[in-house]
Protein backbone atom coordinates (compact mmCIF):
# COMPACT_ATOMS: atom_id res chain seq x y z
CA UNK A 1 0.00 0.00 0.00
CA UNK A 2 2.69 2.15 0.74
CA UNK A 3 5.01 0.74 -1.58
CA UNK A 4 4.72 3.46 -4.01
CA UNK A 5 5.36 6.20 -1.13
CA UNK A 6 8.48 4.69 -0.52
CA UNK A 7 9.57 4.58 -3.91
CA UNK A 8 8.92 8.06 -4.90
CA UNK A 9 11.14 8.88 -0.95
CA UNK A 10 14.05 6.91 -2.49
CA UNK A 11 13.85 7.99 -6.15
CA UNK A 12 14.01 12.04 -4.60
CA UNK A 13 17.15 10.61 -2.36
CA UNK A 14 18.42 8.73 -4.60
CA UNK A 15 18.67 12.14 -7.43
CA UNK A 16 20.09 13.87 -4.15
CA UNK A 17 22.41 11.61 -3.02
CA UNK A 18 23.97 11.48 -6.91
CA UNK A 19 24.91 15.13 -6.55
CA UNK A 20 26.74 14.50 -3.53
CA UNK A 21 28.14 10.75 -3.78
CA UNK A 22 29.57 8.78 -6.42
CA UNK A 23 27.65 5.54 -7.46
CA UNK A 24 30.80 3.41 -7.09
CA UNK A 25 30.60 4.06 -3.81
CA UNK A 26 27.60 1.21 -3.23
CA UNK A 27 27.91 1.22 0.94
CA UNK A 28 27.91 4.86 1.17
CA UNK A 29 25.50 6.08 -1.43
CA UNK A 30 22.60 3.66 0.17
CA UNK A 31 23.23 5.26 3.42
CA UNK A 32 23.32 8.53 2.43
CA UNK A 33 20.05 7.58 -0.44
CA UNK A 34 18.24 6.32 3.13
CA UNK A 35 19.37 9.69 4.93
CA UNK A 36 17.67 12.23 2.27
CA UNK A 37 14.79 9.84 1.86
CA UNK A 38 14.17 9.99 5.65
CA UNK A 39 14.49 14.26 5.80
CA UNK A 40 12.50 14.41 3.10
CA UNK A 41 10.01 12.29 4.72
CA UNK A 42 10.61 14.57 8.02
CA UNK A 43 9.82 17.42 5.65
CA UNK A 44 6.39 16.19 4.42
CA UNK A 45 5.42 15.31 7.28
CA UNK A 46 5.97 19.04 9.07
CA UNK A 47 4.52 20.63 6.52
CA UNK A 48 1.08 18.21 6.79
CA UNK A 49 1.17 19.17 10.28
CA UNK A 50 2.07 22.99 9.98
CA UNK A 51 -0.07 23.45 7.27
CA UNK A 52 -3.42 24.16 9.28
CA UNK A 53 -2.10 26.96 11.18
CA UNK A 54 -1.39 29.65 8.15
CA UNK A 55 -4.29 28.48 6.39
CA UNK A 56 -6.87 29.49 9.12
CA UNK A 57 -5.12 32.57 9.85
CA UNK A 58 -5.53 33.39 6.08
CA UNK A 59 -9.14 32.33 6.27
CA UNK A 60 -9.71 34.27 8.78
CA UNK A 61 -8.12 37.29 7.61
CA UNK A 62 -10.29 37.01 4.74
CA UNK A 63 -13.72 36.72 6.46
CA UNK A 64 -15.43 39.87 6.32
CA UNK A 65 -15.92 41.09 9.82
CA UNK A 66 -18.92 41.53 11.62
Do not use: C, H
Not at 1 to 7: E, G, Q, Y
Not at 26 to 33: I, S, Y
Not at 39 to 45: E, N, R
Amino acid sequence: MFDWLADVLLNAGAIVASRFVSKDETNFFAVFQMMIATLVLGAIVSVMVYWQSPVEYRESRWRPRK
